[in-house]
């Protein structure tokens, strides 16, 4: 049986069984993760928000046509969309930054990105680097964006969020990672961008005019294996197991959320899959 609340007239579901691309745009009751980290996506495709009193982070806006949505569950929450000062992404896909231009002129707050992202959030998504250019639907594009160096620290009152390049999905791609405390117990979350090798023809990973492609991806690779990470979210919930680990939670499992080891495996897979994306390539099983 499916546990509906209703949040300002919206009706929001806890479980479904839709599948992961039908559940896109279907609502999900907000809740908190630790501390003072909350989840605000859809069932199918994350948002992630931190609190503070000076303000809070946003992480992802997936697609424009989801803003009703994360509007209602941050103020759901007790939290105001007004006072979310820095919006941040993972990779600029419509399904996960759709929304952020939406959601900067909703709420005011400062748009940051690596270069790489800020460059296709401006073009909204029509990147020509991007693997997927030309099958990845456009967005409504970004006009501004700062732009954040590699590796920094970002810094919005108590929060500080660092950025861990992750290239390869997109030349952009970043991961982010903070610590959220509940009392003395603090833990840190890790918000993994999507690392599935997928092109759109004719680029190639293993294209020889460009070593960097597969060099950056597995440094990437290599660093998220390495991070410290007690909660992982990644932007596609199903990629993670986060709703499974969630139900644990609910069923009475109080630390079903936290795996010590679970960015090393997320990153051993995805590992796995760029070897056999690039064993396609070079048996021209890729047109």
Request: with cysteine; glycine share 8%; charged share 25%.
């Amino acid at each position: 049986m499916k546990r509906i609340i209703t949040v300002l007239g919206l009706s929001l579901l806890t479980v479904s069984t839709l599948s992961p691309a039908g559940e896109w745009t279907l609502p999900q009751a907000p809740f908190r993760v630790h501390g003072n980290t909350y989840y605000v996506g859809t069932r199918g495709l994350s948002a992630v928000l931190i609190a503070s009193d000076a303000g809070h982070v946003l992480i992802d806006v997936p697609m424009e046509e989801n803003l009703d949505l994360i509007e209602a569950s941050i103020r759901a929450l007790g939290f105001r969309v007004e006072d979310v000062r820095l919006i941040l992404n993972s990779h600029a896909h419509h399904d996960h930054a759709g929304g952020i231009a939406g959601m900067a002129l909703r709420s005011g707050a400062e748009v940051r990105a690596s270069s790489a992202s800020a460059r296709a959030l401006r073009l909204g998504g029509n990147d020509p680097d991007d693997p997927q250019h030309g099958s990845a639907p456009a967005f409504t594009p970004v006009s501004l964006v700062d732009v954040f160096e590699e590796g920094a620290r970002l810094r919005l009152g108590a929060i500080e969020v660092s950025a861990h390049p992750t290239p390869g999905h997109t030349p952009g791609s970043t991961s982010w990672s903070w610590r959220s405390c509940e009392g003395k117990r603090c833990l840190t979350v890790v918000y993994a961008d999507s690392l599935s090798a997928m092109a759109n023809p004719p680029y190639r990973y293993s294209d020889p005019r460009h070593p960097e492609r597969i060099e950056n991806f597995r440094r990437g690779l290599k660093a998220l294996a390495r991070i410290d990470c007690d909660i992982l979210i990644t932007p596609h919930p199903e990629a993670s197991g986060f709703f499974d680990r969630l139900a644990r939670r609910e069923a009475g499992e109080a630390d079903a959320l936290r795996d010590r080891d679970a960015c090393r495996h997320y990153a051993e897979a995805a590992s796995e899959r760029l070897d056999e994306q690039i064993g396609r390539e070079s048996a021209g099983q890729v047109r």
